[in-house]
């Protein structure tokens, strides 16, 4: 367990807890503590679903701008590539994730909720990537995560302008899922998150790398990855499973093993 990050499982739900305050200030220590927690995440069989969360007041409000300031290009050309893995970190958990986003959530805040496959934000929410204000670029992925999400007009103009977007917009543009009053956003997003305890985990992780690895490439290239993922998933135990119970039972009511 991290000093400022840590993992804790309840009811197959895993919570990735970012606890740094005052704002959850994404410094080098952080990042680090996020690819662990992600890596342990990954790894246990009793984490089934995952939910990021910065706590009541603020997910994250960006990296540590006092620890980058007089960093030379040498330093950060590495350091630039150890940042993005580790939020990378978090977008190849192979099950559902979901950030519950409360007050600010900018810069290096905003790219780690976009690694998430869902946003559920506070009313109160505020997000962006103002970096182009300090006279840089999103660098953990703000310039090709939020594209895809929103498309290039409206992720250009988040970026360019490095304007705060309110919750409202946000939902408007897609770029968060649901918006629900503050003090309700961690339990709306552990709600999603308990819809896949008991669902198949190969079916989902095959699912979510078919989507993700799709938007990689060209449609072709898609279509076969998702034969590959679909014809592997028949050497599963829950493949028998739900096809067996769906012929005794009908639709729904499979009890799976996640193997």
Known sequence: MGEFVRLEVDG?????????PPMNALNRQVQEEIRAAAQEATRRDDVRA???????????????????AEMSY??????ARELSSSFTAVAEIPKPTVAAVTGYALGGGLELALCCDRRVAGDNAKVGQPE???GV????????RLARLVGPSRAKDIVYTGRFVDATEALHIGLVDEVVA??????AARAWASKFTGAAAQSLAAAKLAIDGGLDGDLASGLRLESQLFAGLFA?????????SFIENGPGKANFSGK
Request: glycine share 16%; hydrophobic share 40%.
């Open 132 to 134: 182009i204000l300090l």
């Open 12 to 20: 197959g739900v895993g919570t990735i807890r970012l606890e740094r």
């Open 236 to 244: 599963t135990e829950d493949q028998k499973t739900g096809m067996r």
């Open 50 to 68: 995952v939910v990021v969360y910065g706590g009541e007041k603020v997910f994250a409000a960006g990296a540590d701008i006092k620890e980058m």
């Open 137 to 144: 670029i999103p660098g953990a992925g703000g310039t090709q």
């Open 74 to 79: 040498v330093d950060m050309a590495s350091r």
């Open 182 to 187: 503050p003090d309700g956003v961690y339990e």
